[in-house]
């Protein structure tokens, strides 16, 4: 079983930037591929960034690239979404999701993964 908590979401201008986190507890982290997703009212959760479990495999929304950057630290069991350049058409609940996987593989379907986290709200004004 792993939990996983967002935090770092709030409310920030156009062109700012948010940096979330994704703390994991439960099993070997190191052994799990990571992802981040988000989801508007009235919309299905869409994807947003990927990274396997190394972080050496990365992988980005053409909606985020450029300006979203995914990351990991193992030895601290997070994984971050750095958010730069920020739109109002970012403004979600962002969440982030795990699956047990040590290959080199990153995933970026939902079915994909097998825990997720409560959210995390991101609001940006224009």
């Known amino acids: 079983q792993v939990q996983l908590v967002e935090s770092g979401g709030g409310l920030v201008q156009a062109g700012g930037s948010l940096k979330l986190s994704c703390a994991a507890s439960g099993r070997a982290f190191s052994t799990y591929a990571m992802g981040w997703f988000r989801r508007t009212p009235g919309k299905v959760r869409e994807f947003v960034a990927a990274v396997n479990w190394s972080g050496g495999r990365l992988y980005y929304a053409n909606s985020v690239k450029g300006r979203f950057t995914i990351s990991r630290d193992n030895a601290k069991n997070t994984c971050y979404l750095q958010m730069n350049s920020l739109k109002p058409e970012d403004t979600a609940v962002y969440y982030c999701?795990?699956?047990?996987?040590?290959?080199?593989?990153?995933?970026?379907?939902?079915?994909?993964?097998?825990?997720w986290g409560q959210g995390t709200q991101v609001t940006v004004s224009s």
């Open positions: 999701a795990t699956v047990y996987s040590s290959s080199t593989y990153y995933y970026t379907n939902e079915d994909d993964y097998d825990y």
